[in-house]
């Protein structure tokens, strides 16, 4: 197995985190923005925010996906992986689309109204569940079947 450095398996252990942090940090900007007068400010951040997400995102799948053949999978673990590779490819597609659908609203639009703001919040929350749906799994793999932490047990004959 090549290691990435000497303390980090591969690039997802370090990515991973990110996206979850800025899209969750996106979809709380939201709703900030639902409670404002005049939101545009907050949604151009949130919008900054998803694009930022969003690329993470991306490079947290390609990099999970070459991660997977090099970490020590247990079989009980493969039924997971093949779940969690299947919603974060939910994700990828989701958070690629709400956020290209962001910049185009807000180049097409520029001031959000009332129920475009409500609607980008409803939005963001729905991907928030696909996000967190994503992330269960994943924690589910490191911390109750070690992929990626935990070495194989070499058998003495």
């Not at 990515?15 to 545009?40: C, K």
């Not at 992986?81 to 990828?92: G, I, K, P, S």
């Not at 569940?129 to 004959?157: D, M």
């Amino acid at each position: 197995m090549t290691e990435f450095a000497g303390w980090a398996p591969n690039p997802h252990a370090l990515i991973v985190h990110l996206p979850i942090g800025l899209l969750v940090t996106a979809a709380v900007a939201d709703l900030v923005a639902m409670l404002r007068r005049d939101p545009s400010t907050v949604v151009r951040v949130s919008t900054g925010l998803y694009i930022a997400g969003t690329v993470t995102l991306v490079a947290a799948f390609l990099t999970g996906r070459s991660a997977a053949p090099e970490v020590y999978t247990p079989g009980m673990a493969q039924a997971i992986v093949a779940r969690h590779w299947d919603w974060a490819l939910w994700c990828v597609w989701y958070f690629g689309l709400l956020t290209a659908g962001r910049v185009g609203l807000q180049l097409a639009a520029g001031v959000p109204r009332r129920t475009s703001t409500v609607g980008l919040a409803v939005a963001g929350l729905a991907g928030l569940v696909l996000l967190t749906n994503t992330a269960e799994l994943g924690g589910r793999l490191v911390y109750q079947h070690g992929v990626g932490v935990a070495a194989p047990v070499a058998r003495n004959p």
